[in-house]
């Protein structure tokens, strides 16, 4: 051997000893610091606590609102029409138009109508001569009992003279009749009391014989007047009647120029010029349909288990979509009669002016279902950890992950159907550093 390879011998063994005890080394250290790694690791563990914000979960109620929908309706509303027959000659207006009360809107043709009307004028004429005729018999009838009246208190007063003559004569004719027969006077004497006498009792039965004709008179008269006032009664109510047909004839005639009874605008045309208007198109054949449009109200149907959150009198917003806003009402009448299919209610509500809404219009308003209590946490402790939403309680001042079944939004609240319950404390906003088990400081 040379000395050349003895000393590569000798660095070869050399760097073999110092690998081995480089190896010795790392294998102890291998050993030794791992468990003085694990020893640090867990006395950390026991030490480091972590401050974070908690909250305590409780039930909140939540309002949700209920939309119901409805419409614009006018508060008067009639449908225009007439009673007399005749072809509509003219109408005056055109959906849309904004009309006054008393603007005239048709004109129906009432010729016939004239003709019947100036008929009724001569039959009232004639009623009201024969009332005058009957008048004046009555009149004339009255005279003449008046005239027979008068004849009987003259001839009764006639007769008491007469009474009186014939007392005379008769004791005048006893006296001649005694002394002719005694010689005293001559027979001429007695033949002169004698006529006397006769005379007299002529006069006084021809005065009774007027006072019984007189009486008669009298009750001719009175025949007469009766006859004549029923005449007049009779009469008058041939006035009555003609009168009657003509203020009836005048009325349709009136029917006849069809006038807006209320301001308000034309919302429907039903019939044009040339059409039968009246009974012969069917009694009652619309025209035109006129709405008010000052006054409107939004009708709409509520159900029964909402009823109890609406009462008369009370302020609601109505939003009209034909206008992009809402506009204010007070609700005027709780219709106390429910559809029986539907057990909903008709809500009456009298919308505050507004020029630009109009019967026919839709709109919707919201009213609030019965309030429900339910679990709700902040959505700043909901995170996702492996794709499962939960959160982080605190249970004996360590941080646990629990999955939480979630439900609906109310701002920044979440509704949790599962996984909590009223009275957990859970971490707000948990930052990287909290882990399932990390202690929090309390």
């Given at each position: 051997?040379?000395?050349?390879?003895?000393?590569?011998?000798?660095?070869?063994?050399?760097?073999?000893?110092?690998?081995?005890?480089?190896?010795?080394?790392?294998?102890?250290?291998?050993?030794?610091?791992?468990?003085?790694?694990?020893?640090?690791?867990?006395?950390?563990?026991?030490?480091?606590?972590?401050?974070?914000?908690?909250?305590?979960?409780?039930?909140?109620?939540?309002?949700?609102?209920?939309?119901?929908?409805?419409?614009?309706?006018?508060?008067?509303?009639?449908?225009?029409?007439?009673?007399?027959?005749?072809?509509?000659?003219?109408?005056?207006?055109?959906?849309?138009?904004?009309?006054?009360?008393?603007?005239?809107?048709?004109?129906?043709?009432?010729?016939?109508?004239?003709?019947?009307?100036?008929?009724?004028?001569?039959?009232?004429?004639?009623?009201?001569?024969?009332?005058?005729?009957?008048?004046?018999?009555?009149?004339?009838?009255?005279?003449?009992?008046?005239?027979?009246?008068?004849?009987?208190?003259?001839?009764?007063?006639?007769?008491?003279?007469?009474?009186?003559?014939?007392?005379?004569?008769?004791?005048?004719?006893?006296?001649?009749?005694?002394?002719?027969?005694?010689?005293?006077?001559?027979?001429?004497?007695?033949?002169?009391?004698?006529?006397?006498?006769?005379?007299?009792?002529?006069?006084?039965?021809?005065?009774?014989?007027?006072?019984?004709?007189?009486?008669?008179?009298?009750?001719?008269?009175?025949?007469?007047?009766?006859?004549?006032?029923?005449?007049?009664?009779?009469?008058?109510?041939?006035?009555?009647?003609?009168?009657?047909?003509?203020?009836?004839?005048?009325?349709?005639?009136?029917?006849?120029?069809?006038?807006?009874?209320?301001?308000?605008i034309i919302t429907k045309k039903q019939t044009h010029e040339g059409a039968m208007a009246g009974a012969m198109a069917g009694f009652g054949q619309p025209i035109v349909t006129?709405?008010t449009v000052e006054d409107l109200e939004f009708t709409v149907s509520v159900p029964e288990s909402l009823l109890?959150?609406?009462?008369?009198?009370?302020?609601?917003?109505?939003?009209?979509?034909?206008?992009?806003?809402?506009?204010?009402?007070?609700?005027?009448?709780?219709?106390?009669?429910?559809?029986?299919?539907?057990?909903?209610?008709?809500?009456?509500?009298?919308?505050?002016?507004?020029?630009?809404?109009?019967?026919?219009?839709?709109?919707?308003?919201?009213?609030?279902?019965?309030?429900?209590?339910?679990?709700?946490?902040?959505?700043?402790?909901?995170?996702?950890?492996?794709?499962?939403?939960?959160?982080?309680?605190?249970?004996?001042?360590?941080?646990?992950?629990?999955?939480?079944?979630?439900?609906?939004?109310?701002?920044?609240?979440?509704?949790?159907?599962?996984?909590?319950?009223?009275?957990?404390?859970?971490?707000?906003?948990?930052?990287?550093?909290?882990?399932?088990?990390?202690?929090?400081?309390?």
């Amino acid at each position: 051997m040379t000395k050349l390879s003895q000393k590569k011998g000798l660095i070869g063994l050399t760097s073999l000893i110092i690998v081995l005890a480089g190896g010795g080394m790392w294998g102890l250290n291998a050993v030794l610091k791992p468990n003085q790694v694990s020893s640090q690791t867990a006395q950390e563990t026991e030490t480091v606590e972590i401050a974070v914000e908690t909250t305590t979960v409780g039930y909140e109620t939540r309002r949700r609102d209920r939309v119901l929908t409805g419409s614009v309706t006018a508060e008067k509303s009639a449908t225009l029409t007439t009673r007399v027959n005749g072809i509509i000659e003219e109408i005056l207006v055109e959906e849309g138009d904004r009309v006054s009360k008393g603007d005239l809107i048709a004109k129906i043709d009432v010729r016939d109508l004239q003709a019947q009307t100036n008929q009724a004028q001569a039959n009232l004429s004639q009623a009201q001569s024969a009332v005058n005729s009957a008048r004046s018999a009555y009149l004339a009838a009255q005279s003449q009992k008046r005239q027979a009246q008068a004849q009987v208190q003259e001839a009764k007063g006639e007769l008491e003279e007469e009474k009186a003559e014939l007392n005379d004569a008769q004791l005048h004719q006893k006296r001649m009749k005694m002394l002719y027969e005694n010689g005293a006077v001559s027979e001429s004497r007695l033949d002169e009391a004698n006529a006397r006498l006769a005379s007299s009792q002529a006069r006084m039965e021809q005065i009774k014989a007027n006072i019984q004709q007189a009486k008669g008179a009298v009750e001719q008269a009175r025949s007469q007047m009766e006859q004549a006032q029923s005449s007049i009664e009779q009469a008058k109510s041939g006035v009555e009647a003609a009168q009657a047909t003509l203020q009836k004839s005048d009325a349709d005639l009136d029917y006849g120029q069809l006038k807006a009874p209320f301001n308000g605008i034309i919302t429907k045309k039903q019939t044009h010029e040339g059409a039968m208007a009246g009974a012969m198109a069917g009694f009652g054949q619309p025209i035109v349909t006129l709405e008010t449009v000052e006054d409107l109200e939004f009708t709409v149907s509520v159900p029964e288990s909402l009823l109890g959150e609406v009462a008369v009198g009370e302020r609601i917003a109505i939003e009209i979509g034909a206008i992009g806003r809402k506009i204010g009402g007070e609700i005027k009448q709780i219709v106390p009669n429910a559809d029986r299919k539907s057990r909903n209610f008709m809500i009456k509500i009298d919308l505050d002016r507004d020029n630009k809404i109009i019967p026919g219009m839709f709109g919707r308003i919201n009213l609030p279902t019965q309030e429900k209590a339910g679990l709700m946490i902040p959505e700043s402790a909901i995170i996702e950890r492996f794709g499962i939403t939960g959160v982080y309680r605190v249970v004996d001042n360590q941080a646990q992950f629990t999955t939480v079944t979630l439900g609906s939004q109310q701002g920044d609240q979440m509704q949790v159907h599962s996984g909590l319950e009223a009275g957990d404390t859970i971490i707000l906003n948990p930052s990287s550093e909290v882990k399932d088990g990390s202690a929090i400081a309390s």
